[in-house]
């Protein structure tokens, strides 16, 4: 099945500094990856995508790449703020099934 | 460490059965577990928060007398899908936290895909 390693697992930032979350999975037939964020007791948060077809896709401050070849994708958050801590995690979907990384906590300090 | 585990990986069932999935936290006390819901190709559906010792808050739309969630204790959350029918067949997952109050790591199972028949 497929395996998604998340690195890293805390990340600590300076405010305005940029943050990367990277993700690496096993199986080339995954073709959607989802990133959600999630803020302490709420619900995941689905905040940025991107499928297999497309290398990047950006939202505001944030980015995702992918890399089939090299089966490895990022999240890519610019300008970071202090509300941009909480827990992010990405996932592969091979269609039947999502596959997640552990999670990766960012702290933005101010 | 943090390793949270799911039981059954793979359960079929006859239509109208109950159903119960266990979720632990293997090597930390976990206070606060939660329960994922997935269909294929959708993205994760939080269904509830399990908070040790008190009741589960479900998210909107989710039927609390379909889904029972019990955490008594600070390593196992359980969810029983009762009277399952078809259109409960799904992928459930559960995850851990270890520490609220500050922004923890959510620490997945490895999920359980329900087949109902």
Known sequence: GENVEQHPSTLSVQEGDSAVIKCTYSD???????WYKQE????????????SNVGEKKDQRIAVTLNKTAKHFSLHITE?????????????????QFYFGTGTSLTVIP | GAVVSQHPSWVICKS?????????????????????????KQSLMLMAT????????????????????????LTLST?????????DSSFYICSAIRQPGSTDTQYFGPGTRLTVL
Not at chain 2, 66 to 72: E, G, R, T
């Open chain 1, 80 to 96: 970071t703020q202090p509300e941009d801590s909480a827990v992010y995690f990405c996932a592969a979907n091979t269609g039947n």
């Open chain 1, 40 to 51: 302490l007791g709420k619900r995941p948060q689905l905040i940025i995508d991107i499928r």
């Open chain 1, 28 to 34: 080339s037939a995954s073709n959607y990856f989802p």
């Open chain 2, 16 to 40: 109208g059965t109950s159903v119960k999935i266990e979720c632990r936290s293997l090597d930390f006390q976990a206070t606060t577990m939660f329960w994922y819901r997935q269909f294929p």
């Open chain 2, 79 to 87: 969810l029983t899908v009762t009277s399952a029918h078809p259109e």
């Open chain 2, 50 to 73: 399990s908070n040790e010792g008190s009741k589960a808050t479900y998210e909107q739309g989710v039927e609390k007398d379909k889904f029972l969630i019990n955490h008594a204790s």
